[in-house]
């Protein structure tokens, strides 16, 4: 608990030290997507009259096949995603490989923070992503990385923010196979807000 409140008071002292240090943070995370997801209440509402009977609804469950997409992006938007080959396993190494993408693509979309290398990384303490090897990486490659809080879901903002967005396109939707989910391309437009 004291390491987590440390490490907050860490990045509140950066953001406090530069009032555009939030506009170079990139956070990326990944996520499940499934050949069926079943529509929210929301999405699958109907309009009755009052005196209307309930209508009955099946209740479906997210079907097995399904494919991982990473995501990262930053206060403009999308900077890399990119869905993981069927069969792969996010271990350090396919996530050093991920990280050389996502390097290039910053040299990309902010050429002149990848020249100053005036950016952080901050992703979650997953085991693949403080592994030796990528902290190794990082520093061969000059990119700083933010101390995640230890066992803290609060400032997982691809979970909050980024999926339910990008999710909610995919939802009441019916792919056959993890091509079609990938070729389904949800409207990834690099500004979010």
């Avoid at 869905?83 to 991920?98: D, L, M, P, R």
Wanted: with cysteine.
């Amino acid at each position: 608990m004291d390491e987590r409140v440390a490490t907050c008071q860490d990045l509140l002292n950066m953001i406090n030290g530069d009032k555009n240090f939030l506009d170079k943070v990139i956070t990326g995370d990944k996520s499940w997507c499934f050949a069926y997801d079943p529509e929210t209440n929301c999405q699958s509402s109907e309009w009755v009259g009052e005196h209307s009977p309930r209508l009955k609804k099946l209740h479906f469950q997210k079907s097995r096949v399904k494919t991982m997409l990473i995501v990262f992006f930053d206060s403009q938007g999308i900077v890399l995603k990119e869905f993981i080959q069927e069969s792969c396993t996010v271990n350090a190494e396919y996530y050093k490989g991920v990280l050389d993408h996502l390097i290039s693509c910053i040299q990309w979309v902010h050429p002149a923070l990848y020249r100053t290398r005036d950016f952080s990384t901050l992703h979650d303490n997953v085991l693949a992503h403080s592994a030796a090897i990528i902290r190794q990486f990082l520093t061969q490659k000059q990119v700083t990385t933010l101390n995640h809080p230890p066992y803290s879901p609060d400032l997982s903002t691809p979970d909050y923010f980024l999926f339910p967005k990008v999710k909610l396109q995919l939802k009441g939707a019916r792919f056959g196979t993890v091509e079609g989910i990938q070729k389904a391309k949800p409207d990834f437009r690099r500004r979010l807000f």
